[in-house]
């Protein structure tokens, strides 16, 4: 039987961590329960679900925090959130459907890294952090983009835990796109997602990124596709710039969801609509 640690603070917890590397973390477990019934058991959990340390939501110094183990209801619920980060509480609001949003955490979602996890494209557009921490060798802030590593990895090391997830406030006149395309509006794992963030000064684009999910091994910001349209004036020639170098950075693969044909268009098509609504924003 699998021994269950239960730490009251962020200081046991980590304790904990360090002390049973082979222990496997959990939150909400949506994500962890799923693989019960194939995948090898771990020796242990260590459950983070209500740690109130890395709980909750706050607005700092130019940014909002949120805790990892803050659930996607309590995300919804938090009228700081959908001022500043639109596309996040849409992109929640169809994460599996009411049930798994009162269980499931934002911590988590980064914890399992999945290509088709829905707040990752988010969190890169909106240039998230991610503050993590070890009880041996302290606290870091990992950028996203660093965060994000390959197939459902990420940069954490073997003593660390998630503890929240910071994202910069952005500067007035700055404008958030989100879609998820999928089979229905809930319970639908993403055949493709986009988010865009970006901001022009006049007709020329000051600030732009662009992040997709399911298109790839693992979530990603395109950069190329953003250095075409960086510092132009966005008009039609510049957008189809953009959406072929858009076509030729992706790389999504045939599967059960989807195909790569309809993905690869389903993207440019996106792209398109979000540069047009910028630029009559
Ligand atoms: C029916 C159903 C529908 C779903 N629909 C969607 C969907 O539409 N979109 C989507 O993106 N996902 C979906 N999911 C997946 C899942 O709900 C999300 O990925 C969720 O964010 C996982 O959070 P959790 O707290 O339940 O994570 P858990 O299952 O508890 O953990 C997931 C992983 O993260 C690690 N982890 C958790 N917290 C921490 C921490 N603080 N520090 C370090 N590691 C940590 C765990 O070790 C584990 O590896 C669905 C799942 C189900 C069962």
Redesign the pocket.
């Known amino acids: 039987m699998a021994d269950f640690l239960q730490p009251q603070t962020l200081h046991a917890a980590l304790e904990a961590r360090a002390a049973h590397p082979d222990y ?11 693989g019960f019934s194939h995948q090898a058991q771990p020796t242990g959990f260590i459950d ?2 209500g740690l109130a340390e ?1 709980q909750g939501i706050c607005a700092d110094d130019g940014h909002i925090s949120i805790g ?2 803050t ?2 209801g309590d995300i919804l619920k938090d009228p700081l959130v959908y001022e500043s980060f639109p596309v996040l509480s849409e992109a929640i609001r ?4 009411v ?2 949003q009162e ?10 890294c ?1 290509p ?5 494209p988010v969190l890169l557009a909106l240039d998230a952090q991610v503050h ?1 921490a070890s009880s041996k060798r302290g606290s870091r802030l990992v950028p996203i983009n660093d965060f994000i590593v390959g197939y459902r990895k990420n940069a ?1 090391a073997e003593d ?4 929240e997830i910071k994202m910069p406030l952005a500067p007035e006149g700055t404008q958030q796109y989100w879609r ?1 395309v ?1 089979t229905r509006r809930a ?4 055949k493709l997602m986009m988010c865009v963030v970006g901001r022009l000064n006049g007709k020329d684009v000051e600030h732009i990124r662009i992040a997709l999910g399911a298109v790839a091994a693992a979530p990603m910001r395109v950069e190329k596709t953003e250095a075409v349209l960086a510092g132009q004036a966005l008009h039609e020639e510049t957008i189809l710039a953009a959406q072929d170098t858009l076509a030729s950075e992706i790389t999504p693969i045939d599967d059960v969801r989807s195909s790569a044909v309809y993905r690869k268009e389903v993207a440019c098509n996106l792209l398109g609509r979000f540069l047009n609504d910028l630029g009559g924003a």
Request: include cysteine; glycine fraction near 16%.
């Open positions: 496997l973390p959990i939150a909400g477990c949506t994500d962890v329960m799923v983070l679900f890395i990892a183990a659930t996607y169809e994460i599996g459907a049930q798994i269980r499931g955490t934002l911590g988590g979602n980064l914890g399992t999945s088709v996890g829905d707040t990752l993590v954490l660390e835990l998630i503890v998820k999928g319970q639908s794992i993403s």
